[in-house]
């Protein structure tokens, strides 16, 4: 069942309208055959790119849709609740436009902005390595002043990196002093840069519609109008920047669970046992409505964290709240809607078992969900001066 | 060139749909509605003539509040303008009455170059609207087009039939009616859905169009539906066991049904 949305405008009623037109006419379609074989879903992609559906939450005067979060957000959970890998696509590609449109002078964004929102570009978020992962301040991947300062030259490698190899620019993180986490700065790094390389595309659980790889830098040198905010500042942009990425990822989680509450719903009414539907089977019926409960409250979660944010307000503990509460919500959801199928849904002949993998990625990515626990209690602490 | 485009709002094919009980007509009012999927291609074939040129595309109707839905998805997918006939005395019109209408409205828009339709609607079936449509406005009708090419003062259509392709030409102004082979209708875009809310839409009544009640609505209509039923739940098919015969039994099965 198509979620109840309480959308503030006209016009966002209407988005959420096509966003669903769209994604039952052409995403429906491909998602199959590239979550068995695996690949990047390029066409996928360009579809919602040319219908305005890549550049939402960002400024109109740089070509974005002007939307409030709360609006976005709700975009990508339907995306989610056909394709879990695009939608993940869609929020790591809002991502890594947020260090330029935030910190990047007016200059930089007049100059960068307008192709990266154009919709026909997608973005790589280059932040762990593959000895820095919740860590972050223990990076190596090192940018290098020019004695002329003309320019910066990288050394190092990313991993876990979403759309290597297939993305137009890489939003990157790297040391420029050894001063531990206050030594990062972020820049900005075009795809066609020398010395620039990607790895093997990891073999994965789930997720095979959104590949992911190493990307090496390796004498990689980029101008110097490349670097975004002041040198040193990239832990600040980069801890912001997720602050905004885990609500795109707790509305994907969320709509990754309605769906799995919907087949399991839909089967639970027509699978009988015993002379009827099992869904009469009250122990069966309260599973279901457990699972209700769950995505309906990961829902209001990242809500509330997007009017806080939309308002202007601090979020960063309700942001953190949010991807903790939805992604265990999809856990567990997609975990009973197998339980809901038998054995049934153990096989690869329904989608369940296929979110019960995609639920896994949730709870460790854009932060894993003890690194989330360490956020709101910080936040917690910080709260009581 | 300005283009008028007649579109219906109609129940959704996918979603339960419903006939009211008191007059047995179509249930416009309580099913989830959407602009006729066949329309959409009139929609997308009148924009493609105007981008490669230049001109007004006017989107019609003519239903109840709920179709002005129809109407805002034309304009999300580009139509410039759009006018929305509304009129308690229409309720229940049959196709002749619809012509009437439409015909009036699409005067009152100022005779266009060109007016394009879907082929059929998806809830009535009927596909004769734009035939009267046409007689009424005094236009050539060209229907079923597959393809159309515009030129200055003429247009170029192709039907498709089982057997053979017939190539059609009409003097403009003129009508055409198009299938839903003749392209791929766009999806509006976030930009296309926010131009939209600052489209114009005129709303008319009967009265705007110089038509009194009694020349429409159910009392006006030449047929009227007497009674309706669900149709009864499919029956199970028959199973034939293959004891060496099956294939004997299979060809008997669609001899008897004339289907070889």
């Not at chain 1, 609740?81 to 590609?93: D, F, I, K």
């Not at chain 2, 309706?228 to 499919?234: C, I, K």
Request: proline letters at 4%; one cysteine or more.
């Amino acid at each position: 069942m198509a979620a109840t949305r309480l959308m503030p405008s006209d016009e966002s009623r209407a988005l959420i309208d096509m966003t669903r037109e769209v994604c039952r006419k052409e995403l429906a379609p491909q998602v199959d055959a590239f979550e068995r074989v695996g690949g990047f879903p390029e066409q996928a992609f360009r579809t919602l790119g040319e219908l305005g559906l890549l550049s939402l939450p960002y400024p109109e005067e740089f070509g974005g849709g002007g939307q409030p979060y709360e609006v976005y957000l709700q975009v990508v959970e339907e995306i989610a609740t056909v394709w879990m890998s695009v939608a993940v696509g869609v929020s790591v590609h809002s991502l890594t436009c947020y260090p330029l449109a935030e910190y990047g002078t007016d200059e930089q964004r007049r100059a960068f902005l307008p192709d990266m929102l154009s919709g026909s570009q997608l973005g790589g978020y280059c932040l762990s390595e593959p000895d820095s992962g919740s860590d972050v301040g223990s990076m190596t991947t090192a940018a290098t002043l020019d004695a002329d300062g003309g320019g910066w030259t990288l050394e190092g490698t990313k991993a876990w990196i979403s759309h290597a190899g297939h993305a137009d620019y890489y939003t990157t993180f790297a040391r420029t002093a050894d001063t531990g986490p206050k030594g990062i700065s972020c820049f900005l790094v075009p795809a066609g840069t020398p010395g620039l390389s990607f790895g093997r595309p990891e073999d994965k659980m789930g997720l095979h519609g959104d590949p992911v790889a190493q990307v090496i830098f390796e004498n990689a040198r980029i101008d110097a109008d490349r670097l975004l905010g002041a040198q040193g500042q990239g832990m600040a942009i980069a801890l912001h920047a997720l602050d905004n990425g885990r609500l795109g990822i707790a509305a994907a989680a969320t709509g990754l669970a309605q769906s799995a509450l919907d087949a399991a719903t839909t089967y639970a009414m027509e699978r009988r046992q015993f002379g009827r539907p099992i869904i009469d089977f009250q122990g069966l019926a309260f599973l279901l409505a457990d699972m209700e409960a769950a995505v309906t409250s990961a829902r209001a979660a990242y809500l509330y964290a997007a009017r806080l944010k939309d308002a202007g307000r601090p979020y960063t503990k309700e942001a953190s709240v949010a991807k903790l509460v939805s992604t265990d919500a999809a856990m567990k959801v997609t975990t009973d809607a197998v339980q809901v199928f038998g054995g049934y849904g153990y096989t690869r002949d329904f989608p369940v078992e296929r979110y019960m993998r995609e639920a896994k990625v949730t709870q460790i990515f854009e932060g894993t969900n003890q690194i989330q626990r360490l956020v709101i209690s910080r936040q917690l602490i910080r709260e009581r001066g | 060139m300005n283009i008028v485009v007649c579109v219906k709002y109609v129940p959704d094919t996918q979603a339960e749909r419903t006939f009211n009980a008191s007059d047995n007509t179509t249930d416009r009012v309580n099913v989830d509605g959407l602009l006729s999927e066949l329309d959409e291609y009139a929609v997308e074939e009148a924009l493609k003539i105007v981008e490669a040129g230049e001109g007004v595309v006017t989107v019609v109707t003519v239903g109840p509040a709920q179709a002005s839905d129809a109407l805002k998805k034309a304009l999300q997918m580009g139509a410039d303008k759009a006018v929305h006939v509304i009129d308690d005395a229409i309720h229940g019109s049959d196709a002749l009455a619809t012509s009437l209408v439409l015909a009036k409205a699409i005067e009152k828009v100022g005779m266009p170059d060109l007016v394009l339709t879907g082929m059929s609607s998806t809830d009535g079936i009927m596909g004769v609207v734009p035939t009267m449509l046409a007689e009424r406005l005094g236009l050539p009708a060209v229907t079923f087009a597959s393809d159309l090419t515009v030129g200055a003062d003429s247009v170029t259509a192709r039907r498709d039939g089982d057997a053979a392709s017939q190539t059609i030409e009409a003097a403009l102004p003129a009508l055409v009616s198009v299938t839903d082979q003749i392209n791929e209708p766009r999806y509006p875009s976030f930009k296309g859905i926010m131009a939209a809310k600052k489209k114009p839409v005129e709303t008319w009544g009967l009265a705007d169009l110089g038509l009194s009640a009694d020349e429409v609505g159910l009392d006006a209509a030449w047929t009227k539906v007497t009674a309706f039923e669900a149709r009864p739940p499919r029956q199970q098919g028959t199973i034939v066991k293959d004891e060496g015969d099956g294939g004997g039994k299979l060809a008997s099965f669609l001899a008897e049904r004339k289907f070889i």
